[in-house]
């Protein structure tokens, strides 16, 4: 399908704001445990339901002015901010896979960059809070990716299947051998399904790149703020974050760092 880019810009800034108000539900109730359908969306502190009307992503919190419509506690601002960050990180996935304006958008690829860089922020926000990656993220990313591999110009669904086995697989042995090692819990079940994901969407040569640029990330950070903040070394650290930042940059540029690198 030939969409000029100019309208996936807007449809994907549309589906950002989307998918940042579904994160604000998914981050305030997953660690929670809550459902994420059931109850509807409602005041945390009068436990009135909130109209559709007053539900509309950024709009309907300035318009309130940040207040709950009926008992008029206000309400964070984080939950706007959540939306805004969807609505950008959505148009920046749409303006990457085409910057010119009337030149038709590689479809596969705008809608994976939009999935990878919009994910970013439940990943962010849940995995460093709370070490958790929810499951509609990495089973999500999963089931995403082997779909979109039956279209053209995707990367083919034996490869997307490979990537399912070589990357799930791969990091899940990883994690046990680590953990028979060190005799602690190693990497989170969480981590293995969002690898498997990337392998999905990107097969499994790009997704181990990803791995290893997501370990380089991880090291680059953690150490010196460990040894910064003098916090135990041993203590669990979450490294979803930096798996993810990796993904779109190993989709975009992996292929050239492969090269480059001659391998
Ligand atoms: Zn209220």
Redesign the pocket.
């Known amino acids: 399908m030939d969409i000029p880019a100019v309208f996936l810009w807007a449809l994907f800034a549309v589906l950002g704001v989307c998918f940042g108000s579904f994160f604000n539900v998914l981050i305030y109730r997953m660690p929670r445990e809550m459902s994420i359908i059931k109850p509807a969306s409602h005041?945390?502190?009068?436990?009135?339901k909130i109209p559709f009307w007053h539900n509309i992503p950024i709009l309907s919190w300035l318009l309130l002015g940040g207040r709950?419509?009926?008992?008029?506690?206000s309400i964070s601002i984080k939950y706007p901010i959540v939306e805004f960050l969807g609505l950008s990180l959505g148009f920046a996935a749409a303006f990457i896979a085409e910057p010119s304006p009337w030149q038709n958008a590689n479809l596969i690829e705008s809608i994976s960059l939009f999935w990878l860089i919009v994910t970013l922020i439940p990943i962010f926000v849940i995995d460093f809070k709370y070490l958790l990656l929810p499951d509609t993220v990495t089973i999500g990313g999963i089931l995403l990716g082997f779909a979109l591999s039956f279209f053209e110009g995707s990367i083919g669904w034996p490869s997307s299947l490979i990537g399912i086995a070589a990357c799930g697989g791969g990091l899940f042995l990883f994690s046990v051998i680590c953990s028979k090692i060190l005799k602690k819990e190693g990497m989170g079940f969480g981590d293995v399904k969002l690898f498997a994901g990337f392998g999905a969407l990107m097969g499994a040569e790009l997704a181990y790149v990803s791995l290893i640029i997501g370990a380089l990330l991880a090291i680059a950070v953690i150490v010196p703020y460990r040894l910064f903040t003098k916090k135990d070394m041993r203590s669990p650290l979450p490294f979803g974050p930096f798996l993810g930042l990796a993904a779109p940059i190993s989709y975009l540029f992996g292929n050239t760092i492969i090269a480059g690198l001659g391998v």
Do not use: L, V, Y
């Open positions: 005041c945390p502190d009068c436990k009135q709950c419509a009926s008992c008029k506690k």
